[in-house]
T-cell receptor, first 110, second 115 residues
Framework: GEDVEQSLFLSVREGDSSVINCTYTDSSSTYLYWYKQEPGAGLQLLTY?????DMKQDQRLTVLLNKKDKHLSLRIADTQTGDSAIYFC??????????FGAGTRLFVKA | GAVVSQHPSRVICKSGTSVKIECRSLDFQATTMFWYRQFPKKSLMLMAT?????????EQGVEKDKFLINHASLTLSTLTVTSAHPEDSSFYICSARGEGNTEAFFGQGTRLTVV
C-alpha cells in the first residue's frame, strides 16, 4: 500500500539539531523527498535522495535513508527560528506519483 | 529552481458557484501536473494527475465531475471546482514536473473558502 507516516510535532531550541523522522511502506519508491511549508505558502523542496543512497548532505541538512526499515530522516544542524515550518516527507512511487506524509510541525524556541 | 505560479492565492465564493484555479509553469514545460488538496493539520491528498493533451487521472474518491481538470498546454493546467459547497473549502496546491525530471515544483497554493 501507499502510506507515509511522520510524527506531528517537534520542538527544539535555537542552535540545537532537529531530527525529523518518516516511515514509508512502498518498497518500490524511487525517490524520497523532504519539503518545507511555511504558513499560508506552497511547498518548497528542500532535498531529495535516490532510493539506492544511504545518506545525502546539503549544507545544514542531512538525509539518512534506511531502505531495509523504510525509514527516512532529516537532520537540520544549528536550527534557527527561520526553520520553524511544517516539514513533509514524500515518496515517489512508480516513477510518477508522489505520496506525502501528514507533515511534522517544527517549533524552534529562541 | 523552476517557478510554478498558482492563481488566485485566495478566493471566496458563494455556494453553488464555480471557481477556477490556474497553475502555470513559468520557465519550463510541464508535461505532468498534479493537483493536491490539503486539509487542516493533515497531509496533502493527491486529487489527480494530468498530462498535457490528455484526460486527467483521478485518485479514488475524487469526483471527476466536481473537480474538472484541464491541461491544455505545456505551461498551464486549471482546476475548476464546480457547484462549490462549504465542505470544498480547503487549500489546493498544484505541482508541475517536466519531462524526465525527478523534481516537481509547487505553486503557492490557493485558499478556497465557500460561504
Amino acid at each position: 500500500g501507499e502510506d507515509v507516516e511522520q510524527s506531528l510535532f517537534l520542538s527544539v531550541r535555537e542552535g540545537d539539531s532537529s531530527v525529523i523522522n518518516c516511515t514509508y511502506t512502498d518498497s518500490s519508491s524511487t525517490y524520497l523527498y523532504w519539503y518545507k511549508q511555511e504558513p499560508g505558502a506552497g511547498l518548497q523542496l528542500l532535498t531529495y535522495i535516490f532510493s539506492n543512497m544511504d545518506m545525502k548532505q546539503d549544507q545544514r541538512l542531512t538525509v539518512l535513508l534506511n531502505k531495509k526499515d523504510k525509514h527516512l530522516s532529516l537532520r537540520i544542524a544549528d536550527t534557527q527560528t527561520g526553520d520553524s515550518a511544517i516539514y513533509f516527507c514524500a515518496e515517489m512511487i512508480g516513477g510518477f506519483k508522489t505520496i506525502f506524509g501528514a507533515g511534522t510541525r517544527l517549533f524552534v524556541k529562541a | 529552481g523552476a517557478v510554478v505560479s498558482q492563481h488566485p492565492s485566495r478566493v471566496i465564493c458563494k455556494s453553488g458557484t464555480s471557481v477556477k484555479i490556474e497553475c502555470r509553469s513559468l520557465d519550463f514545460q510541464a508535461t505532468t501536473m498534479f493537483w493536491y488538496r490539503q486539509f487542516p493539520k493533515k497531509s496533502l491528498m493527491l486529487m489527480a494527475t494530468s498530462n498535457e493533451g490528455s484526460k486527467a487521472t483521478y485518485e479514488q474518491g475524487v469526483e471527476k465531475d466536481k473537480f474538472l481538470i484541464n491541461h491544455a498546454s505545456l505551461t498551464l493546467s486549471t482546476l475548476t471546482v464546480t457547484s462549490a459547497h462549504p465542505e470544498d473549502s480547503s487549500f489546493y496546491i498544484c505541482s508541475a514536473r517536466g519531462e524526465g525530471n525527478t523534481e516537481a515544483f509547487f505553486g503557492q497554493g490557493t485558499r478556497l473558502t465557500v460561504v
